[in-house]
């Protein structure tokens, strides 16, 4: 079995194991799986990701993931196989830093470049960038430096994220989740509020925000997910998306584990 094989096959086993155990509780016990948290939305909203991220392709889902525009409760990822594949057989880092991240990618969009320039590209802190932020990206060996001047040891970075959506839960405080669902915009094709059903009629009576934001919103109740405003693609920021997909990298071998950053770059453990 090839390891792309494995890894989806514990993906897919992963994922219903969760679901079923929650459906054998929900019957056994005859509670209802919204106990009036937040954190009991989490297992209906990847139970109906389908229906809300709306991609044939494969999907990994992430609960309380940092992308580095604040924590969604929950992000969905339609990744490309093939470019995953790629990816995990090249063994690159992850590179999990924006700083770092953010640097690489102006070196291997502009090989040759000297330092001079790169620091009045990125406008980081120069001392910072010089002493620390370039060294770290060599003897990762993400890049080296000939005759005073930058190149990438890779001709791009590569992405396997084909769509990715992000979804802010409430309870009912709809006022302050659509605050933060407009943060994720940053990285996400689409953001959503996902709010209890009970406490759904101030977010619909008020259904015209949402649209003027473009913030879609998601109405759950006891195993089921209502799509009552579905937003159009937003226009994320390159380096913010990259960031995001470089995080989900690098919790590949920590199945629905949250990105939690613990070094500059994660080196793939495969």
Known sequence: MSLLRWFKSKILKNSANVLNSNLELQKETKQKMLDGSEKSMMPILLANQQSIIRNDKTVLAREEFSAGSGIADVVMFAIDDKALSK???????????????????????????????????????????????????IEGGLIEEMDSKLYGLADEIQSPVMKCVAIEAKVKDWKGGIRQACRYKEFADETYLAIYRKHSAAPLKNIELFRTLDVGLLIVDDGNVEVAHLPSKNSFKLINRLLASERLISTLDNFNKPFVLREPFAPSRF
Do not use: C, M, W
């Not at 991240?101 to 102006?106: G, I, K």
């Not at 969009?109 to 990206?137: C, H, M, N, V, Y």
């Open 87 to 137: 990816r995990l057989k090249n063994k690159h880092v992850a590179i999990t830093d924006y700083r770092l991240l953010s640097t690489y990618v102006a070196i291997i969009q502009r090989p040759g470049i000297a330092k001079d320039e790169l620091t009045a590209l990125l406008r980081f802190p120069k001392q910072s960038l010089l002493l620390e932020t370039i060294p770290t990206l």
